[in-house]
């Protein structure tokens, strides 16, 4: 069994207050969770407006596979309009 982490680093440039960060970042983990059964938390920056860490984990047999599966996944956070990646972490376990 191996376990695939990527840590996504989100600026939200629009957003004004916690309550619109959480609406971004709530709308990227539902997606993931769904479309790809990931695991997915926010991990940093629980405090700043424009700020979000995400934490994501998937589960696999071959790490080739997990690897694709987390490159989709930075497809779709890419795809988020209201949100720009400017960090990527992935680790393997």
Same mark, same amino acid.
């Given at each position: 069994? &191996?376990? @695939? %982490?990527? =840590? &996504?680093?989100?600026?939200?440039? @629009? +957003? %004004? +207050?916690?309550?619109?960060?959480?609406?971004? #970042?709530?709308?990227?983990?539902?997606?993931?969770? +769904?479309? $790809?059964?990931? +695991?997915?938390? *926010? #991990?940093?920056?629980?405090?700043?407006?424009?700020?979000?860490?995400?934490?994501?984990? #998937?589960? /696999?047999?071959?790490?080739?596979?997990?690897? @694709?599966?987390?490159? =989709?996944?930075? =497809? #779709?956070?890419? @795809?988020?309009?209201?949100? *720009?990646?400017? /960090?990527? *972490? %992935? %680790? $393997?376990?």
């Amino acid at each position: 069994m &191996i376990v @695939g %982490t990527i =840590r &996504i680093e989100l600026h939200i440039p @629009g +957003s %004004t +207050s916690l309550k619109a960060k959480r609406s971004v #970042v709530n709308r990227i983990k539902e997606r993931l969770k +769904s479309r $790809f059964n990931a +695991s997915v938390a *926010e #991990v940093d920056h629980h405090d700043l407006w424009q700020r979000a860490a995400l934490g994501v984990a #998937v589960v /696999g047999v071959e790490k080739r596979v997990l690897e @694709g599966q987390l490159s =989709r996944i930075v =497809r #779709v956070v890419e @795809g988020e309009e209201r949100a *720009e990646i400017i /960090g990527l *972490e %992935t %680790t $393997f376990h």
